[in-house]
């Protein structure tokens, strides 16, 4: 599916945008690439729904109770990689809307999901409870390109 803009064309499908010189650029989701003739802006809807919203909320947080009651193969005090992507997948999955398009672990801290890198970092909360909080690191506009 293609939508016209301001003399360039952006493929749904493929989260690409084609400009009338034919030079690809990959669109950053809800945000202005200023690399992009005209600042286009491109809302990622389909008829298929296939997109996560682009004003999906990620903010988060888990206790490490939680973590261990909802979670019980995970121990918070010594995760490991694919911990951190599997606490980030199970908070996010409880948010309606929430759609998984690609995910993959990093290291001890940080994961990726739907090509945003997030942290879990480690805070007590007001009541003076040790949780993880989610964090926003950045985001990979190759990696949004090869989404699913």
């Known amino acids: 599916m293609l939508m016209e803009a301001k003399g360039a064309c952006f493929n749904v499908e493929t989260s690409q945008v084609l400009t009338s010189n034919s030079s690809r650029f990959a669109l950053r989701r809800g945000r202005r690439d200023h690399h992009l003739p005209g600042h286009i802006f491109a809302k990622l809807t389909t008829s298929h729904n296939r997109s996560v919203p682009e004003d999906f909320d ?3 947080s888990i206790s ?6 909802a979670l019980p193969g995970i121990d918070p005090e010594a995760l490991s990689p694919q911990d951190v992507l599997q ?3 199970y908070l996010f999955q409880q948010k309606p809307g929430f759609i998984d398009r690609g995910h993959e672990v990093n290291n001890k801290e940080t994961a990726w ?3 945003y890198l997030f ?6 909360d007001e009541g003076g409870d040790e949780c993880f909080e989610v964090e926003t690191v950045g985001s990979s506009v190759d990696k949004m ?4």
């Open 113 to 115: 999901v739907n090509a």
């Open 87 to 89: 606490i980030l997948l």
């Open 58 to 60: 990620y903010s988060a």
């Open 119 to 124: 942290r879990l970092k480690p805070v007590i």
């Open 64 to 69: 490490v109770l939680e973590v261990r009651e």
């Open 145 to 148: 390109a090869k989404l699913r």
